[in-house]
C-alpha cells in the first residue's frame, strides 16, 4: 500500500528567479531511482518541448517512473493556438490565474490548449499522459481531458488561504474523490453528474489537526 505518492512538477523557466531547473531535475531521478521510489514527473508545456528537459527522462523512464503534464499556460502554449499572450512585461508564464492557468480562458480555449498539450507530448514522449496536475483546474478542463485523453489522475492544491494570489477553500479536506461536471472542487452527487476520474489533493493536509 502506497502512503506517498511522489509527484514532482517541472517548469521549464521561471521568470522570477535566474537558477538551473535542469539540475534539480537529474537529483531528483538520482535519488529516486538511489531508493527504488516510484515517481511521476509533470511537465509544463515548455518544459517538455524543450529537449534539454524532455531528454533526461526518456532516458530514465522505466517502470518506476511515469511522465505526465503539469497544466499551466505560458507565451509559447498560447501563442501557438493563436491566443494573445497576457502576461506582464518580461514574463513568458505567470503565478496568477489570469493568465496562468486555464480557468482564466473561455472553454473553447481551454480545450485548443489542452489539445495542443495533448499532440505535443504525444510526439515527444509516444504516447498521450495519463495524470494531469496544476494548482488549479475548471471543472470544464477536467471532462474535456478524461473524456477526450482518458486522464487516469488530477491533482491540484490542497485547501490554502490567500497563498499563490489566490484561495482554494471549502473542498474534500485530502482525499480522494470524483469531481461533479459543475465545480471540481466538489464531489459529485450522481453518476450522471460525475466526471470519471479521480482528484488527489496535492501536499495533502494532516487530517486531524491541520
Known sequence: MNIVNIMNFVRGLDPRHHRDLIKPLKNQIELNKKYGFENTFLLTYD?????????????????????????????????????????????????????????????????????????????????????????????????????????????ICREQLSVDAYTLWGGPYNQPYYPSVKNMLSPAQTAENQINTPVFRLLGIEPIRG
Open 47 to 155: 518544459a517538455f518541448i524543450n529537449p534539454e528537459f524532455s531528454d533526461i527522462l526518456i532516458e530514465a523512464r522505466d517502470d518506476a517512473v511515469e511522465i505526465g503534464i503539469w497544466v499551466e499556460t505560458c507565451r509559447q502554449l498560447t501563442e501557438s493556438v493563436g491566443i494573445a499572450w497576457r502576461g506582464r512585461p518580461g514574463f513568458d508564464c505567470e503565478m496568477y490565474v489570469d493568465p496562468g492557468y486555464l480557468p482564466a480562458y473561455t472553454d473553447h480555449e481551454k480545450e485548443l490548449m489542452i489539445d495542443e498539450i495533448m499532440e505535443k507530448f504525444r510526439e515527444v514522449f509516444g504516447e498521450y499522459p495519463k495524470t494531469a496536475g496544476s494548482w488549479i483546474i475548471d471543472a470544464h478542463s477536467m471532462r474535456y481531458m478524461s473524456e477526450k485523453y482518458n486522464i487516469r489522475a488530477f491533482g
